[in-house]
């Protein structure tokens, strides 16, 4: 096992060491859970680990391996945000409500995972029902920043981010609604992927916003990314909103666009808002990276960026009223008996979910509710128009679009939970990503002087993915980091 | 004063897909609680809608056959509310830009046409069945039923009496029939009816305060619910007091309306588009396609029976209620050219017996070679019209057999041999000289007696014609 | 823009959601905060602006009309709190007569 080293292991690599007979997948998952036997119980990324299941599926890996089989990720470790269904095991979203529900089916990107020959090693932590940006809002336990206990990972997919920073997996699947990937991918300094809206199949990811919400990768790499992406993504008959077109090979697009030269754009709004001056000092080095590397870089206008937490905070909270609609105590989950069907309800509902989603169920049942409407949610949904059109209007004149990841760096652990609004306005600039359903990358790309992660959030038009990438894929082998946090170091 | 109730209906209509709306579980009634259950339709956290295209098919057949505008790009919307059997808490409806407007439904009230507007046809999903516990506090879901397409007909508030309802439900339902697309059972469940319904002074345009009525089983449940409610609510007014707009039930036992038990919730759906699901855009070539494969409907081909085949309006509105009945109408036609005598056997004798055993004409072992033979066994005299009606008939009706067969088989054969026909009545004279005596006496009716007689010696298969005519002959002589 | 404390109720109610009175209180206070918020969105017009409820659209996706019996169904049923003769246990729900 002394090929094994778990720090510098990406999936890439293993595979070939999977290949060359030189590890076994049981060796590789056997090393992740013993990572995670060590780790975990610090960061708390895992809600759910079950090494008698990972260890099967990865004998299974290296039986079909040595009958000649070849999945795309045959035999690598993964870790699954808890919000996507795996059949036979828990799906709780971080909720009370859900807290003993046993999914009865999976959702199409595991059997998609499933047909690779994926190693499922267990369900990672989030904030409930992905409504959140720093992973306290789990109804069981927040998960820790492991550049600094006591900062927050991001959110809502903390979980996996911290699994993939940690090495306690190769790599993982979050969702992003409006940010939920990229942030925590930034927070921890790792890769994170949002496909264009429609890329991957929502069937088996729990609904928080129907409209906004997309599955996406977490790994170590671009290439990792590129890879975990193309295996999850591709139309889906389940899935009305799956987009119905062909999904090109992204590993072999990032090599053949190894040095495209793009022009760049800078959206100037986002800007105007504050920026911690490490976060402003680090995207003004990446604008020069940019050029020396001869990319063209233009400023450009999205002149409706301001709006954006607003529409957001409206259009969101709305569909995930109604989304969260059916956890009542009925058919499956939390039941609280009351006096009534009604009091059963209501107990239920209540005692079931948290704060914060009982806040966004109010808000969202408010903007729906007759008299409102208008004023809420379909003024949201025409000013959601326009944010939309102001990308498509910006990507008349460049390839792509390059922005910070977040206002700050990871913050404290309790720093924002008692002001939500604050919490809200720390998505400003992944937000305007979803409502216009384009694909957005985060990788890292530096550190503070306290060595917390900074990360690059890279935007697309719709269905350039593999642009994204390709500029991502230039952007890393030039900074060339070192990613391996503090506390995984020291082991 | 003189007042007139004003009537709207919201019907809905069971579409007979095999599968449901949203995903493919059957749609088969009667199935064990929750076997026909899957993710989807029991709202399992993660699940995602995809249309079942028969359903739109379903739909734009009825639009088109009533005459609707077909929405080329309609939405389907989320209408929450909380329910233990909507498993969701909403129900995928369509709200703004159903999949038609407009149309109208024709109906014959007391011999007189007239037509009912539609306000719109929409889309949706059906809910769960909820079974009550009689001794204990609990219901019992079971979700089989959930998901199976509805298509919801709204009418204009244009029907005025109860007997008008129950026209229009019947002429919907035998318009739904026709298209293939909805079984039309009322105590199934596959069609339903609510009613909205107020009272207003006769000649007033304004409408009084609507009451919603639920809970009509059947057609006659439709006509003596309204009948009360339009009693109940006229009484008021006289009162000088005024109706509360609220949702009254139906009881079957005692015949009354009455408000529906529980605090009424004012209803707030929160409607707004599905947005799991993408607008619906049909084709104009589709619509096409399926204006070409109507069938031709009720009222059509009620006006071709009238002029094609020389039947009455009521003869042919009979005939053409079902269109399983219409068709063994025409194709007995075909093989025994006399429309009014096989219109008449069928709405006497088949009718009878269907409406006996409330069974339908494709569920018996009827065919129409067999009445066609019937009829001609009649004609050539091989048998008379009332052993064809009481003894062949019911034979070919239960058992399947060709009528040729039961008359062999039971020696039902008609006698025609004047000589023993004149011996007998020369018998049945001699046998009742009092009666003759009448006859002579100018009370010419006692002949038929006497014709009655003869048939009692042949076991009522003399035919009739030849001993009148012997009998006459004999008596007058 | 603001909410009141009894709108506050009525919307717990639509959402079924128990809010004991010392919650309503605070929830009033932030909701009526981010709505506060949101009023910025008058100041844009949408006069002509179409809305998007979806970020893009595609011919309607239809599936062919078959059955495929879901293979587990126990697996459904297994999450129910409570069941009788396979059919889920709830309150008594106010029974139409």
């Not at chain 1, 290439?223 to 389940?238: M, N, Q, R, W």
Request: aromatic share 8%.
């Amino acid at each position: 096992m002394n090929s094994l080293n778990l720090n510098r292991l990406t999936i890439k690599r293993a595979l070939e060491l999977l290949d060359e007979g030189k590890i076994s997948s049981v060796e590789l998952t056997q090393a992740c859970l013993e990572r995670i036997k060590k780790i975990d119980p610090e960061v708390k990324a895992y809600l759910y680990v079950n090494e008698e299941w990972a260890l099967e599926q990865a004998r299974l890996a290296d039986e079909k391996r040595k009958a000649g089989e070849h999945g795309k990720l045959l035999g690598i470790p993964l870790a699954i945000k808890d919000n996507i269904l795996i059949k036979g095991h828990p799906t709780t979203c971080a909720s009370k409500i859900l807290q003993n529900y046993i999914a009865p089916y999976d959702a199409t990107v595991i059997r998609k995972l499933k047909k690779e020959g994926a190693v499922f090693l267990g369900k990672t932590n989030l904030d409930e029902f992905a409504m959140g940006s720093s992973t306290e809002n789990s109804a069981f336990f927040p998960t820790k920043n492991p550049w600094d206990l006591e900062r927050v990972p991001g959110g809502s997919s903390g979980g996996s981010a911290v699994a993939v920073a940690c090495r306690m997996g190769l790599g993982a699947l979050g969702s992003d609604t409006g940010g939920s990937i990229r942030q925590p991918a930034c927070f921890c300094g790792v890769v994170g992927m949002k496909p264009t809206y429609s890329l991957v199949s929502r069937f088996g990811l729990v609904a928080f916003a129907s409209s906004l919400d997309q599955i996406g990768p977490f790994a170590l790499n671009i290439e990792d990314t590129a890879l975990l992406l193309k295996v999850i993504s591709g139309h889906d008959p389940y899935d009305s909103t799956s987009a119905p077109r062909e999904v090109p090979s992204f590993t072999q697009i990032l090599q053949e666009n190894a040095n495209t030269k793009f022009r760049v754009g800078i959206p100037k709004e986002y800007f105007e808002h504050e920026l911690h001056p490490e976060v402003a000092k680090n995207i003004e080095e990446m604008i020069s990276l940019l050029k020396r590397l001869g990319h063209e870089v233009k400023e450009v206008s999205l002149p409706h960026t301001k709006y954006a937490i607003s529409v957001y905070y409206i259009i969101a909270p709305a569909e995930a009223a109604s989304n969260l609609a059916r956890y009542d105590g009925v058919k499956y989950g939390l039941r609280v008996e009351g006096k009534s069907l009604i009091e059963m309800y209501k107990k239920s509902r209540a005692e079931g979910f948290g704060r914060e989603v009982k806040r966004r169920v109010m808000l969202g049942t408010y903007a729906l509710s007759a008299g409102y409407y208008d004023a809420f949610y379909l003024k949201a949904s025409k000013v959601r128009t326009l944010i939309k059109q102001d990308f498509l209007k910006a990507f008349e004149e460049v390839d792509l679009i390059l922005t910070p990841v977040s206002p700050t760096p990871a913050f404290k652990l309790g720093e924002k939970t008692s002001d939500p609004l604050q919490m809200y306005l720390s998505d400003i600039f992944t937000i305007p990503v979803n409502l216009a359903g384009l694909p957005g990358l985060s990788l890292p790309s530096g550190f503070t002087r306290e060595s917390l992660p900074l990360g690059v959030q890279v935007i697309g038009p719709h269905f350039r993915d593999d642009l994204v990438l390709s500029l991502g894929y230039q952007i890393e082998k030039e900074l060339d980091l070192e990613t391996i946090p503090p506390i995984v170091k020291a082991l | 004063m003189e007042f007139e109730p004003v009537i709207g209906l919201e019907v809905h209509v069971q579409l007979k897909t095999k599968s449901k709306l949203f995903c493919s579980c059957s749609t088969k009634f009667g199935a064990p609680p929750n076997s026909q259950i899957c993710p989807i339709c029991t709202g399992q956290p993660g699940v995602l809608p995809v249309l079942n295209k028969e359903a739109i098919h379903y739909a734009l057949k009825l639009a088109l056959a009533v005459g609707a505008k077909v929405n080329r790009l309609s939405i389907m919307a989320r209408k929450h509310y909380f329910y233990p059997d909507l498993p969701k808490n909403y129900q995928i409806s369509q709200y703004e830009l159903p999949i038609a407007e407009g149309g109208a439904i024709e109906i014959e009230v007391n011999g007189s046409t007239k037509l009912i507007n539609l306000t719109r046809i929409h889309l949706e999903e059906d809910a769960g069945k909820l079974v009550h516990d009689e001794k204990k506090p609990y219901s019992y879901v079971d979700f089989n039923r959930t998901g199976i397409p509805l298509l919801e007909i709204v009418s204009k508030p244009e029907i005025h009496s109860p007997e008008e309802a129950v026209a229009y439900l019947k002429t919907l339902r035998s318009i739904v029939r026709y298209l293939g697309i909805c079984d039309g059972n009322m105590e199934e469940g596959s069609l339903r009816c609510d009613a909205n319904v107020s009272v207003r002074p006769k000649g007033s345009s304004s409408l009084g305060v609507k009451v919603e009525l639920k809970n009509m089983n059947s057609f006659k449940h439709v006509e003596r619910a309204l009948a009360f409610e339009i009693k109940r609510q006229t009484a008021l007014l006289l009162e000088g007091k005024t109706p509360v707009q609220e949702t009254r039930l139906y009881d079957e036992a005692t015949q009354t309306t009455h408000p529906m038990r529980g605090k009424e919730e004012a209803h707030d759906y929160c409607y707004f588009p599905d947005p799991d699901l993408i607008e619906v855009r049909v084709s104009e070539d589709w619509i096409e396609k399926i204006r070409e494969e109507l069938p031709e409907l009720p009222s059509a081909k009620k006006a071709r029976f009238i002029k094609e085949y020389g039947l009455s309006s009521y003869e042919a509105g009979i005939l053409v209620e079902e269109k399983p009945l219409a068709d063994f109408f025409e194709d007995t036609v075909r093989l025994y050219a006399k429309p009014k005598a096989v219109a008449n056997f069928i709405l006497t004798e088949v009718l009878r017996y269907l409406n006996r055993d409330n069974i339908s004409i494709e569920q018996t072992q009827l065919k129409p070679e067999f009445l066609a033979e019937l009829l001609s066994l009649v004609d050539d005299g091989t048998i008379s019209i009332t052993i064809a009606k009481q003894q062949v008939f019911p034979e070919v009706y239960e058992k399947g057999l060709p009528p040729k067969r039961v008359v062999e088989e039971r020696g039902l054969k008609q006698e025609s041999s004047e000589e023993l026909l004149r011996k007998l009545c020369e018998e049945v004279i001699k046998e009742n000289p009092s009666e003759v005596e009448k006859y002579r006496s100018g009370k010419k009716g006692v002949l038929g007696f006497f014709v009655g007689q003869v048939m009692k010696k042949t076991g009522g298969k003399a035919n009739p014609k030849l001993v009148n005519q012997i009998l006459t002959e004999l008596l007058e002589g | 823009m603001g909410i009141s404390i009894d709108e506050v109720k009525k919307i717990a109610h639509l959402a079924k959601l128990e809010l004991p009175e010392k919650v309503a209180q605070t929830y009033t206070e932030e909701l009526s905060k981010i709505l506060d918020y949101f009023a910025s969105l008058k100041e844009v017009d949408t006069d002509n602006v179409q809305p998007t409820f979806h970020p893009f659209t595609w011919d309607t996706p239809m599936r062919e009309d078959e059955v495929k019996p879901f293979e587990d169904i126990q697996a459904i049923l297994a999450n129910a709190p409570e069941l009788l003769e396979n059919m889920i246990v709830v309150p008594k729900v106010v029974k139409a007569p």
